[in-house]
């Protein structure tokens, strides 16, 4: 039974975060977000009074932090007195974060695997890198820490876990499918900061197949996927954290994600790839000036905040899970839609922002209530799921299935 | 009667002019090649030393000197008794050389209109801005100055000329199509200075059509071309310098210009022009640092000098001329076809530098024997220009008439 948030980061999910939790501040109690820049956290708690998303009348405080810092955080979590700390900041400060919540006794919670900022696309295994190293450090402390419980890494990691639980016997193959169908109505955007974007796809794409990591390029292999709601999609097999939490657990299934990409974002990613302009290595203009190309690009494309209020149309992202059920072969397709409109007349987010704001906050009423308040670090398939699952739900993110049986909320 | 060259630029297309004059230094005199980095023009002297090029003995000189400053380049004419001068600097420097020429009574030369740097992309008149309004300073200084006398503009000029003295009796069109069949191996490349090839197309594209300025998009007309040796070829029309002063001479007459280009290169263009990545207005990253986002383009993209020893292909420049001969309609396409393989075995540069280098030699040996050492300003239509034709085919550019009677040299 723990109380009292404190959010990590002021970006798009953070304010997803923020809403969610001041909607269920009756059960979360006090309120606290804190990044290296105080007012963007103060425009974020201002978007909350805005919408009269407080439950009941409590606290939300913003907070200047550098979470790069242990002891800067160790000491504003004893300041505000909280004991869950939700990480939605930059994927470089996840360590110090769980050092501070390992000190204090806080619970951890993260949406994204540790990166460290002088390497690029490491090479699995990516967790067994810097979160997994201290799963004993925060067995002996008796700090619950849950790894990616975003939506993918999060949710996604639950519906595998469910496939197991309740539709199938065993594994053969899971397969993630990140699709998002929706328009932003500009020439070319990201949906997040395009550093991290394009910097997700420059690297080498990991696979877990046949019992080992496969290796092949960006865009090498596609396929269309039929899918509800958003229908036919084209995703590309490409690397991400949950392949490699769920090939720990399911070593003997296939293990893939596939992110949807339209031939249009394909072509511009290539262009810029292909002429140097998405390096990290910077390069000297004619006049001398050291530039690194990719934060150029970054500077010349719309700031994915600005993209939510004309962002329309949906989202799918589901496990198409196959196996065997009493011995015969079997496959289940469990997902989610949502919808960009609605997220923002919600949160004031767009949708991709929402599945992955959502998801800690669910986890974050779980620790309150003492469901998952387990004492040590897990990713979220090591958890009984379907509570999770319910509570997703009535949250504003349902799950449904897809099988031999039709279609129908799991 | 004149004699000594001095050659102002040590780029790709100065090391055209400086082999050329070599070849012909028996008629020219002394050289001299003067840059504001004078280890360029020692390193052109030097390939054209490793050429063995020079016919006669005779004297080659390197010199530094800031083109933007008349009274530094009149001091070099003086210095070198040079009476010739090809400019083949940047187009920055047009009037600041033409000044120092009035000045001294050389006659001047260049391939490209004057540009003022800090503006882009200039309305017609072009020439009307800056060259024209010093033709009556030339006539009274009795300086010849030859303007455009590249290939296009210049040998495109001297074509409609020869079209007006040998062809038709009246001219109703003259479109000019430019077409570089070749290829250079690299993924992508621009085949002079990107910030200046990108610059020239990304402004208005201006054509002279029913006796007035009509003004398109580029890349919005468009049509294939079938021509001699290089086969069908896709080319845009796009504004180009001898648009303007075809149209003076010709008013009646519809002149437009053509751009090959490949759907490639189109496509990477339109990608960096609608990321506004071509801009020439700096953007501020992340970190804060001002950058310029065409410099930096242009930083990652391949040196185009590095492009000339793997350059294979033809390029194909010339002029379709439509009107009447002898009251009926008539047609006539004057040509030439250039190797880049040819050209960088000779000169150690690529084909679309020699196509531009050849003609101001030639046009400096006329100087020389006095035939195009005239005293005034002029475009090249208004020169007699069989015997600078007769004399490029003699040099290494030969053109050729493809018309009703078929296809031959001129």
Chains 1, 2 share one sequence.
Not at 164 to 185: C, K, Q, Y
Request: contains cysteine; aromatic residues 8%; negative net charge.
């Amino acid at each position: 039974m723990k109380r009292n948030v404190l959010i990590i980061g002021a970006g798009g999910v953070a304010q997803v975060v923020a809403h969610k939790c001041a909607q269920n501040n009756d059960i979360l109690g006090d309120l606290h977000i804190a990044s290296r820049t105080i007012s963007k956290c103060e425009a974020i708690i201002d978007s909350v009074r805005a919408k009269n998303a407080m439950k009941v009348p409590g606290l939300f405080e913003a907070h200047a932090v550098d979470a790069m810092e242990p002891s800067a955080v160790a000491a504003l979590i004893r300041q505000t007195g909280a004991q869950i700390v939700i990480n939605v900041g930059s994927a470089f400060v996840n360590m110090s974060v769980l050092s501070a919540c390992i000190e204090t006794g806080a619970a951890y919670m993260d949406t994204a695997i540790h990166e460290d900022p002088t390497k690029i696309c490491e090479a699995p295994p990516w967790y067994g890198n810097y979160e997994w190293k201290r799963r004993e450090e925060c067995r002996s402390a008796g700090v619950t820490a849950i790894l990616g419980v975003g939506f993918d890494p999060g949710v996604v990691n639950a519906y595998a876990r469910l496939a197991e639980d309740e539709f199938l016997d065993t594994i053969d193959s899971i397969d993630i499918v990140d699709i998002n169908a929706g328009s932003h109505g500009r020439w070319f955007a990201t949906n997040f900061d395009p550093e991290i974007n394009f910097r997700e796809f420059t690297g080498t794409v990991w696979s877990w197949q046949q019992g080992a990591w496969q290796s092949n390029k960006m865009f090498e292999v596609g396929r269309e996927w039929d899918l509800p709601v958003v229908g036919t999609q084209k995703a590309y097999m490409t690397g991400h954290d949950e392949v490699h939490s769920l090939s720990a657990r399911y070593p003997q299934a296939d293990v893939r994600f596939w992110m949807g990409f339209g031939d249009h974002y394909i072509n511009v990613f290539t262009v810029l790839k292909n002429l140097g302009l998405l390096s990290e290595q910077p390069v000297t203009t004619a006049e001398g000036l050291e530039v690194v190309p990719l934060k150029v690009v970054k500077a010349v494309l719309p700031d994915p905040s600005s993209l939510a209020p004309d962002y329309t149309g949906k989202t799918c992202i589901g496990d198409l899970v196959k196996g065997t059920k009493n011995g015969k072969p079997a496959e289940v397709f469990l997902y989610n839609v949502a919808d960009h409109k609605d997220a923002y007349n919600e949160v004031g987010s767009q949708g991709i922002s929402y599945t992955a704001g959502v998801p800690p906050v669910a986890a974050a009423i779980l620790i309150a209530r003492g469901d998952w308040d387990i004492g040590h670090m897990v990713n979220v398939e090591e958890l009984p799921v379907r509570g999770f699952l319910e509570l997703l739900g009535e949250m504003g993110l349902p799950s449904r299935v897809r099988d031999a049986e039709g279609d129908r909320p799991i």
